[in-house]
């Protein structure tokens, strides 16, 4: 079985307009939620075999707080093929991964995102930011990952426990 964690980037700051997108940084709210939800991930006993995030300021910053709560301590990989991309790109990336990796944090951007997690689970609902789908797939290598043999195993997003 494969265990597939997608992680929408935690809250941004649109305050600095001068900025390009890609360099836009976590806002107040962001930086609270990345720790406290990397917490709930520690508080469940997900650790990944391997982190992989857009290079993006606000996501690698997600990904970084995250695994840092969660004592992940190896490096965080950053590809910048998961800035801008579509299901199919995010997909072959997905099934390149080496099949010793068990569990997978994927951390970048919507509206690709939201329809990654649609391809695979029929989740069809708005990942808030700094949300959390989890998705199990029946499967023993990543490049036999497919709709099929996916399973919606929980969502979980900073408001959820307000």
């Known amino acids: ?28 709210r962001g930086k609270k939620n990345a720790p406290m939800m990397g917490e709930r991930l520690k ?23 995250i695994a840092k709560e969660i004592g992940y301590e190896k ?13 199919n790109e995010l997909s072959k990336i997905l099934r390149a991964l080496d099949d010793k990796n068990k569990t997978v944090f ?27 789908v989890e998705i199990a797939f029946a499967c023993e290598k990543w490049a036999d990952i497919e709709p099929k043999n996916a399973k919606l195993l929980s969502l979980e997003y900073p408001k959820k426990s307000e």
């Open 75 to 87: 490096k965080v990989l950053f590809d910048a093929n998961i800035y801008e991309a579509n299901v």
């Open 106 to 132: 994927l951390v970048g951007h919507n509206p690709s995102l939201n329809d990654l997690a649609n391809y695979y689970v029929h989740h069809e609902e708005n990942i808030p930011t700094c949300g959390v």
């Open 43 to 65: 508080e469940k006993g997900i650790m990944p075999d391997i982190i992989i995030s857009s290079p993006a300021k606000r996501a690698k910053t997600t990904a970084e707080i």
């Open 1 to 28: 079985m494969k265990k597939l964690y997608i992680i929408r980037h935690a809250k941004s700051s649109r305050k600095n307009e001068t900025l390009e997108d890609f360099e836009r940084p976590l806002n107040k």
